[in-house]
T-cell receptor
């Protein structure tokens, strides 16, 4: 158990509304990641963070923003949700110094109607 | 484009069978290699890292061929509980001290009584 929680676990929202997903970790890991998983695709990186207030874009960052004001929390925001953002969102942490292994949270299932 | 290719399956095998999964990757600069397991509607979980010398963990054996850019996973004496999707994952340095993972789409295994 990597001590990662995500909230909410399930959400249904309407097109055009803002949505924020939260990832919380209890083990003081520096690196945190947001992925989305869709049928027919592998997990794809949205954004990642390498420290408080330090973030960078991943492969599929359009339409998403992130913030990290505390080590333990990494927020993913969909400013104006679209149906193409219906997906399962996973947060991950990097396992620590000397490793690039990542450990995942339980996921958030988001439906945009 | 950096890619990881896997046979999507499904592989339907009887209990006790031996099954092998293969994976190829396109980025020759990749540094670390993993197999993750993902159960239906759950998060990916690290199954094992893959080393050039090959490594074994109980019934699971992983092999890496850097020259051919090929990774394999062998499962012996399959159990019903091995039914899951197996993700081939490759890590590469992306700058700013960060390593990013590239995921295959996964190979689905069903072990049948």
């Amino acid at each position: 158990d990597a001590g990662i929680t995500q909230s909410p676990r399930h959400k249904v929202t309407e097109t055009g509304t803002p949505v924020t997903l939260r990832c919380h970790q209890t083990e003081n890991h520096r690196y945190m990641y947001w992925y989305r998983q869709d049928p027919g695709h592998g997990l794809r990186l949205i954004h990642y963070s390498y420290g408080v207030k330090d973030t960078d874009k991943g492969e599929v960052s359009d339409g998403y923003s992130v913030s990290r004001s505390k080590t333990e929390d990494f927020l993913l925001t969909l400013e104006s949700a679209t149906s193409s953002q219906t997906s399962v969102y996973f947060c991950a942490i990097r396992g620590g110094l000397g490793t690039d292994t990542q450990y995942f949270g339980p996921g958030t299932r988001l439906t945009v109607l | 484009r950096k890619e990881v290719e896997q046979d999507p399956g499904p592989f339907n095998v009887p209990e006790g069978a031996t099954v092998a999964f293969n994976c190829t990757y396109s980025n020759s600069a990749s540094q670390s290699f993993f197999w993750y397991r993902q159960d239906c509607r759950k998060e990916p979980k690290l199954l094992m890292s893959v080393y050039s010398s090959g490594n074994e963990d109980g019934r699971f054996t992983a092999q890496l061929n850097r020259a051919s850019q090929y990774i394999s996973l062998l499962i012996r004496d399959s159990k019903l509980s091995d039914s899951a999707t197996y993700l081939c994952v490759v890590s590469g340095y992306s700058g700013a001290g960060s390593y990013q993972l590239t995921f295959g789409k996964g190979t689905k295994l069903s072990v049948i009584p």
